[in-house]
């Protein structure tokens, strides 16, 4: 059965700066393409940034990029989104997906996802 963990979520002022971590277990990690997505109350589900199965091919989205970092250690089945320069509009709940076999990068596209972690921006 296929488990993705969350966690790192949090209050953060505008500006500063949060670390998510996904566990994940299930299902045989470096072979996926691993993939954030956020959804704020209201909004449309919204990719946030993909990683490649070895970690080289990346993808972000344009509202995200220059500020978000994914990586991912696949020792430890384990993906990461560094958050730097957080701004208001960044704040949701934010999942840790698998992206479908065969799916681009970027597609958002995705087969599991975890129950996320909520992000808060506020002063």
């Known amino acids: 059965e296929v488990h993705l963990v969350e966690s790192g979520g949090g209050l953060v002022q505008p500006g500063g700066s949060l670390r998510l971590s996904c566990a994940a277990s299930g299902f045989p990690f470096t072979m996926y393409t691993m993939s954030w997505f956020r959804q704020a109350p209201g909004m449309e589900r919204e990719g946030v940034a993909d990683?490649?199965?070895?970690?080289?091919?990346?993808w972000y989205a344009d509202s995200v990029k220059g500020r978000f970092t994914i990586s991912r250690d696949n020792a430890k089945n384990t993906v990461f989104l560094q958050m730097d320069s957080l701004k208001a509009e960044d704040a949701a709940m934010y999942y840790c997906a698998v992206a479908r076999l065969g799916a681009g990068l970027g597609a958002s596209n995705y087969t599991y996802w975890g129950q996320g972690t909520q992000v808060t921006v506020s002063s």
């Open positions: 990683i490649s199965r070895g970690g080289t091919g990346l």
